[in-house]
């Protein structure tokens, strides 16, 4: 189970403020649709496809925070980042 969220509780509320605009009297459990809100959160991304996504994301971060760190430091290794990023970038190509 991831510990990652995307969605914060101002978007939580946002997607809840429709409630107050219904023109009947509702009775409905705001913590209960949080908690599905939440839940259906963790499924999505628990999910291979999100999983694979999440991965390349950290590859190609790692890659550019690599080649920030070769320019920095002069140049060098500007190869062995430009490798490092072309990797990354070949493994989304498969």
Partial sequence: MTEETILTDEDLDRCTDFLNE???DVDYDLDH????????EQAVLQSPEVQELLAERDALRLALETMVEMVE???????YAMDVAQAALAQREV
């Fill in 33 to 40: 649709i949080y908690r599905a809100c939440r839940n259906t």
């Fill in 73 to 79: 430091m002069n140049g060098f290794g500007r190869d």
């Fill in 22 to 24: 219904v023109p009947y």
